[in-house]
C-alpha cells in the first residue's frame, strides 16, 4: 500500500464513517497534509477534515463531497486521480452515484471485509485493519514508510498538489456564493453550519430526508479543535449530519 501510494502521480483519499469510529481524525489530517493528497467525504465521514470557518482548523487538501451529492471539484480531482484510497467508507449509492464512480485503482482500508471488497477491490488491495492502525504506522517517524511517502509527495507538489490548490481557491470562491443565495436550502445549511461552530462546546446539525442531505454533503464545514482529540482534552467543534 505505502509503495503504490508513494508511486502515485495523482493520489485522492475518500474518507467515510470508519475514520470517525477509529477514531483517527488527527491522523487522517496528517497524512493527507504531509502528503498532499487530495480527500473527498462520504456523508457519513464529513468531520473528519478540518475545514473550518474563519479562524477554524482547515487543511488544504479537503475538497468536500464525492458523488452524487457531492462538490464539483472532488468529483473532477476523482476523474483525474490514478489512485483512490477509501478509508472507512461503505461506498454506498450516494458516493459512488449509484455505481458509476470510475477509478484506475483502488485501496480500500475497512475492518469490514464486505465493504472493503466492493467495486471489486480484493486483496491485497483491500487492507483489513484498524484505520488508526494503518495511519500511526504510515507516518511513523522510526519506520519505513514516511521517507517513501514524503519522497512521492514532493515529486507530485508542483503538478498535481499545485493543481489541487488551485482549484480548490476556485471552489471555496464558489461556494462562498451557493452559500449565499437568499431562500436557498444553501444558505439555510450555512446559516445553521455557522450556529454550530458559535456554540461553546461545538454543535452538530441533522438532517433527514429530501434536498437538505445533498446541500449538507457540499455546504457544512466541519472543525475539530486538535488538542481535543486524542484524550489530550480541551473542546471539540463539530458541525456535521
Not at 98 to 114: A, D, G, W, Y
Not at 210 to 232: A, C, I, M, Q, S
Amino acid at each position: 500500500m505505502a509503495e503504490r501510494l508513494a508511486a502515485a502521480e495523482r493520489p485522492l483519499f475518500l474518507v467515510g464513517g470508519g475514520v470517525l469510529y477509529s477514531g483517527a481524525e488527527v491522523e487522517m489530517n496528517e497524512l493527507a497534509e504531509a502528503l498532499q493528497v487530495p480527500v473527498c467525504e462520504s456523508q457519513a465521514g464529513k468531520s473528519v477534515m478540518a475545514d473550518g470557518l474563519d479562524g477554524g482548523a482547515k487543511n488544504s487538501f479537503c475538497v468536500g463531497g464525492l458523488g452524487v451529492t457531492g462538490t464539483k471539484i472532488a468529483n473532477d480531482l476523482a476523474a483525474e486521480a490514478d489512485l483512490l484510497v477509501v478509508w472507512g467508507s461503505r461506498l454506498g449509492d450516494f458516493v459512488t452515484s449509484s455505481n458509476t464512480l470510475k477509478v484506475r485503482e483502488l485501496i480500500h482500508v475497512n475492518l469490514n471485509t464486505e465493504d472493503a471488497e466492493k467495486m471489486g477491490c480484493k486483496s491485497p488491495a483491500a487492507v483489513f485493519a484498524d484505520i488508526k492502525t494503518v495511519l500511526r504506522a504510515l507516518l511513523s517517524e522510526g519506520g519505513s514508510f514516511k521517507k517513501k511517502l514524503l519522497a512521492g509527495a514532493e515529486k507530485r507538489k508542483a503538478t498535481w498538489g499545485a493543481k489541487v490548490l488551485a482549484d480548490k481557491a476556485a471552489w471555496l470562491l464558489e461556494r462562498s456564493k451557493i452559500a449565499a443565495l437568499p431562500n436557498s436550502d444553501s444558505a439555510v445549511v450555512a446559516a445553521v453550519n455557522k450556529a454550530c461552530f458559535d456554540l461553546p462546546q461545538g454543535g452538530c446539525a441533522v438532517c433527514a430526508a429530501g434536498g437538505l442531505p445533498g446541500e449538507l454533503h457540499k455546504v457544512t464545514r466541519g472543525y475539530f479543535n486538535f488538542g481535543g482529540l486524542l484524550d489530550r482534552g480541551g473542546e471539540r467543534k463539530i458541525a456535521c449530519f
